[in-house]
């Protein structure tokens, strides 16, 4: 486990880092989840493995340190993983963002393009989603802060099941909220528009049972890689490992 200051209070991220080769590979996780307990398995595949690979805990979540008074934007997200990648000397790597940690990619690599070569989306957040009560982000964002922080986490505790949980527990809930708020809100440009601008290969994974990604025409014309994976919801490295691991080997070579 290794760390690096990355707020004027002294917070820190913390990552679990790997040995192998440059360019590094970064794995960021999503809302409410832990990037060694969603990738560690991916990285030491066989397909992906031998490369420096650093798994990131955003701030409030996992092993991260949880600041009050710190926004908890895509940006804030960004910045603060930016300074974290700069304290442990990566430049040009291969960033691997799933679900929330997809948009914060995009947003690093569009605010600091030197400290990413190649971008792989994970069934990222790409369009800002009204906020309606369900499981995911949108769900959270229904609620008030009071009201989440008063017992609306227990509810969507009972909701999200317990694989979920079992990460999410682990966030602060003031963090986790904030999160899920500025994710529904997304970023000015949206993360699409900024995906659609970057000039670095870029690759987007999505499960095949969701249906064609909206844009998908656009994105491809654009440059990116969109790729369908059979057999697998949302979390697809942990629900179809060998597919994932085949598709993203794919994306990154």
Avoid: Q
């Avoid at 820190?12 to 790997?18: D, F, H, K, V």
């Avoid at 790409?126 to 959270?140: E, M």
């Avoid at 995906?195 to 491809?220: Q, S, T, W």
């Amino acid at each position: 486990m290794r760390s690096a200051v990355v707020t004027a209070g002294e917070d820190r991220i913390r990552w679990a880092e790997l040995p192998g080769e440059e360019p590094a590979r970064v794995w960021v996780h999503g809302l409410g989840a832990s990037s060694p307990a969603y990738f560690a398995a991916s990285a030491v595949h066989p397909l992906l493995a031998g490369r420096r690979s650093l798994l990131v805990d955003l701030l409030g979540h996992g092993h991260s340190d949880r600041p009050a008074d710190f926004s908890y934007t895509l940006e804030a997200h960004a910045d603060a993983l930016a300074a974290a990648l700069a304290a442990a000397g990566v430049e040009g790597a291969e960033l691997i963002g799933h679900s929330m940690g997809g948009a914060v990619a995009i947003v690093l690599a569009a605010r600091h393009p030197h400290l990413v070569s190649r971008l792989l989306l994970v069934d990222a957040n790409l369009d800002p989603a009204p906020p309606v009560p369900a499981a995911g982000s949108s769900g959270i964002a229904a609620y008030t802060e009071e009201e989440f922080l008063d017992g609306g986490w227990a509810e969507v505790r009972d909701r999200v099941g317990a694989h979920w949980w079992a990460t999410m527990r682990l966030a602060d809930r003031t963090a986790l909220y904030r999160s899920a708020v500025h994710l529904a809100a997304g970023t000015t440009p949206t993360m699409r528009e900024l995906l659609l601008e970057l000039k670095i290969p870029r690759g987007f994974l999505l499960p095949e049972a969701d249906g064609p990604l909206p844009g998908a025409e656009a994105l491809e014309a654009a440059g990116v890689s969109v790729v369908a994976l059979p057999d697998c919801g949302h979390n697809i490295m942990l629900d179809n490992p060998e597919a994932f691991a085949e598709a993203a080997a794919a994306v990154l070579a």
